[in-house]
């Protein structure tokens, strides 16, 4: 993990197969108090939300002090970025204060320009394209539950988002099959698609993307779903609603997985929309495992960015 010291986390492509599967390690150890004692002593993270968050927030937060350091929110209402400041001189001005900034942000644009120009560590914690510290927490859940990633089945049914793109790289990094099932229209981006083809490719796994949620959720080992309007498109939700008739998670459509499947959200859920109450609230559901695993999934990646 020496490698990632002073690196940004901006997207799971950067990463390789031994990065990503050496810092589930660490996230695992930490988990189990195995971990190193206080290694961001002295360190302040600077964290910038440009949406709405609970988890990715407090988990930050809380992780930052766990490993002795000092996290700092800082809301985009408040930063004179929200007055139209540059990303350029916010990063270079921020440097000189911080050890590492966390943002959440609009367009992934923003924040690798943010990183470009920050002399400090950059971690995203979400943007229109990615979600890639919520897909490190879902491995180290699947890690958890089912003992191995390797060979496993995962299917996403909804909306081809951001987090459904770090789903589809993570997979197939780690060599999980994984299929992916929206209505018409909302498919993942073609260009991830065609990214995450390749690192399964190299790992020996499969990346399927259909319209049909029962061909995507055929022996699945792991079924995940998401809201169907994320934020920023609150506009579309009628609409949205609508097109992903057909696309709920619940018992009907699980009856295709294997039979001991495990259920992943990122949370905030809609019960009733995405999924149905029976499914988040059964005794398939981890999402709770889930949310708690952010922490510890995000306090290994910020002792291997920001320790000494
Ligand atoms: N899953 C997730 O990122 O949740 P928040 O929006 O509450 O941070
Ligand atoms: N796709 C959702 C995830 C929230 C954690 C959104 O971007 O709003």
Same mark, same amino acid.
């Not at 206080?38 to 002295?42: E, Q, S, Y």
């Not at 089912?146 to 390797?150: D, I, R, T």
């Not at 009856?255 to 039979?259: L, R, T």
């Not at 609230?281 to 981890?286: E, F, L, Q, T, Y």
């Given at each position: 993990l020496s490698a990632l010291k002073g690196k940004d986390f901006l997207k799971l492509a950067d990463f390789s197969t031994e990065e990503i599967l050496a810092l589930l390690e660490l996230a695992a150890d930490m988990k189990a108090g195995k971990g190193p004692v206080?290694?961001?002593?002295?360190k302040t993270l600077g964290m910038i939300f440009q949406k709405s968050s609970t988890r990715t927030r407090v988990s930050f937060e809380v992780g930052m002090l766990q490993l002795g350091g000092h996290p700092l929110f800082l809301s985009n209402n408040d930063l004179q970025l929200g007055r139209g400041e540059t990303i350029y001189d916010t990063a270079k001005v921020l440097s000189r204060y911080l050890d590492g900034i966390m943002i959440r942000a609009h367009g992934h644009e923003q924040v690798e320009e943010l990183a470009e120009h920050a002399d400090i560590p950059v971690i995203n914690g979400l943007t229109d394209s990615y979600h890639p510290c919520q897909m490190m927490a879902d491995m180290l859940t699947i890690q958890e539950h089912?003992?191995?990633?390797?060979g496993l089945k995962i299917a996403y049914i909804g909306d081809g988002n951001n987090v459904a793109h770090s789903i589809l790289i993570g997979s197939a990094k780690v060599g999980m099959d994984v299929a992916i099932a929206s209505p018409v229209g909302y498919e993942p981006d073609a260009d991830i698609v065609a990214q995450a083809e390749g690192f399964a490719n190299e790992q020996g796994s499969t990346v399927v993307i259909t319209n049909d949620p029962v061909e995507a959720v055929k022996d699945a080992d792991v079924i995940y779903t998401d809201v169907w309007? !994320?934020?920023?498109q609150e506009a579309e939700q009628d609409e949205r609603v609508q097109k992903f008739t057909g696309f709920q998670v619940n018992e009907e459509l699980c !009856? =295709?997985?294997? !039979?001991d499947f495990i259920f992943l959200h990122c949370l905030p859920a809609h019960r009733g929309e995405e999924v149905s109450a029976e499914i988040i609230?059964?005794? =398939? !559901?981890?999402i709770f495992d889930e949310a708690e695993n952010r922490m510890h999934a995000q306090k290994a990646i910020l002792v291997a960015c920001m320790a000494d």
């Open positions: 206080k290694p961001l002593a002295g089912k003992g191995k990633l390797k309007a !994320s934020m920023g !009856s =295709h997985a294997k !039979s609230d059964g005794k =398939h !559901s981890v």
